[in-house]
């Protein structure tokens, strides 16, 4: 891997720091709000800012990560932040409709529904898409 190559991984590894935190503050909306939109949001984040990276650039799922303002879970692994991602999720999904459950599994598939499409801004695509 040239120099270049290793200077677009380490800015894709750090925007993938960026979507976790997109992802628990989303999630933490969700917790005072209810309103499942952010879990949609946070999900597609997941699939395709998270998730998609880890594809592209084929990341050790042990490579360690400090997301930001998310700095009580400290120097965590890549599988460890998933974990927790997926365990928020999971919690939600306990009491939520079959409905909403549904588009989550749809989404973390990777469909693209346009009730969660209309929620991914451009800026939101630029700033977190590896």
Partial sequence: MGIL????SGLAFNKMAKAYKEIFDDLSVYNLNHDI???????????????G???????????????????????ISVQEANMI????????????TANDKDIIDKVLDGELLPE????ISASLKERLLP
């Fill in 5 to 8: 190559d290793r200077l677009k």
């Fill in 37 to 51: 939109r952010y879990v949609y949001k946070a999900v597609w984040v997941f699939n395709h800012c998270v998730v």
């Fill in 53 to 75: 990276a880890i594809e592209k650039w084929n990341w050790s799922m042990f490579a360690g990560i400090m997301i930001p303002d998310y700095q009580m879970y400290g120097r």
């Fill in 85 to 96: 991602v997926l365990g928020k999720i999971a919690k939600i999904c306990q009491n939520i």
């Fill in 116 to 119: 969660v499409e209309m929620l």
